[in-house]
């Protein structure tokens, strides 16, 4: 991977929906392998707030690609994400609409129907982030596989979670042998990424050459994406952190309004008893002086 895209990477700023997402740590990397291989067709499998669509999108956008990117959900949710009503989809929607209309689609509907709209051979940049059992991920990838083009990337997530019957990692397991060409990167639930083998493209196997095994600053990629996830994960965090402040700010001004409110209405009160206390005092006043005079 050359100087330039490391730096882009370096310095990417995503616009993101304000959302939890386990996809923030590797949004440098979505940022340099757009930029690296420029697909001319670019497709994820399972988007749901798009924190990793929507960064292959800025990244596309910002360096002048004629990419176009489809992503494929239900925006319904599974058994991993829990389910979830059209609200998400309406916020990703917007924010989709106001930025990357003129390149994007969104695709609401299934893996298995939206593989029908694709050419064989025509994707050259493949992101499956759908349901993470064994069986969900593997029929992806096999249904998938001939939409692929020669030599075309494809990118798994939660490589690194083997929990809540995830089966990410027994898959990638298997491909990585199939598919010598691969790296796994470990942070943020990780992020396998495999080139597929039989590329005709001697440009883009050299220009792709961390994904070799005899890579020799393979590990040292790793670290400094992983560096730079977790500088994404801390600005999101101070991101959201500020955000929080802004809204206790916003509670502690309708509090103080609140307090001001009833100061008023409690010096009104005492208004009210003072004119009573007057008028009893001057009514008793009367009544005495009607007493003394009989």
């Not at 969900?136 to 690194?160: C, R, S, Y």
């Not at 990167?185 to 005709?200: A, E, K, M, T, Y």
């Amino acid at each position: 991977m050359n100087l330039d895209n490391l730096l882009a990477a370096a310095s990417f700023t995503p616009n993101l929906l304000q959302a939890p997402s386990a996809w923030l740590g590797h949004l440098p990397f979505a940022c340099s392998v757009m930029k690296e291989v420029k697909p001319k067709i670019f497709v994820e499998l399972g988007t749901h707030y798009g924190h990793s669509y929507f960064a292959f999108c800025q990244s596309a956008l910002e360096n002048g690609l004629t990419t176009k990117c489809y992503a494929v959900d239900t925006w319904q949710g599974d058994e991993h994400s829990g389910q979830y009503n059209d609200a998400i989809f309406n916020k990703v929607n917007t924010h989709h609409q106001e930025r990357y209309a003129e390149f994007s689609r969104l695709l609401r509907m299934t893996f298995d129907d939206a593989v029908g709209y694709f050419a064989d051979e025509s994707i050259e940049l493949l992101h499956i982030d759908g349901l993470h059992t064994y069986e969900a991920v593997a029929h992806d990838f096999e249904t998938w596989l001939p939409k692929l083009a020669p030599g075309a990337i494809v990118m798994f997530h939660d490589t690194n979670v083997r929990e809540r019957n995830f089966g990410v990692w027994k898959l990638w397991d298997e491909l990585k042998v199939r598919y010598p060409h691969n790296l796994e990167f470990v942070h943020s639930h990780g992020l396998g990424v495999l080139q597929i083998n039989d590329s005709p493209n001697q440009k883009k196997e050299e220009k792709l050459s961390w994904l070799k095994s005899s890579y020799l600053d393979k590990q040292q990629l790793i670290n400094y994406f992983a560096a730079l996830g977790s500088r994404q994960i801390e600005r999101y965090e101070l991101n959201d952190l500020k955000n929080h402040v802004v809204n206790l700010d916003k509670v502690i001004a309708n509090c103080n309004q609140a307090v001001h409110e009833k100061d008023v209405h409690i010096k009104n009160l005492e208004e009210m008893i003072r004119q009573y206390v007057a008028e009893k005092n001057q009514l008793t006043d009367v009544i005495c002086w009607a007493i003394k005079a009989d």
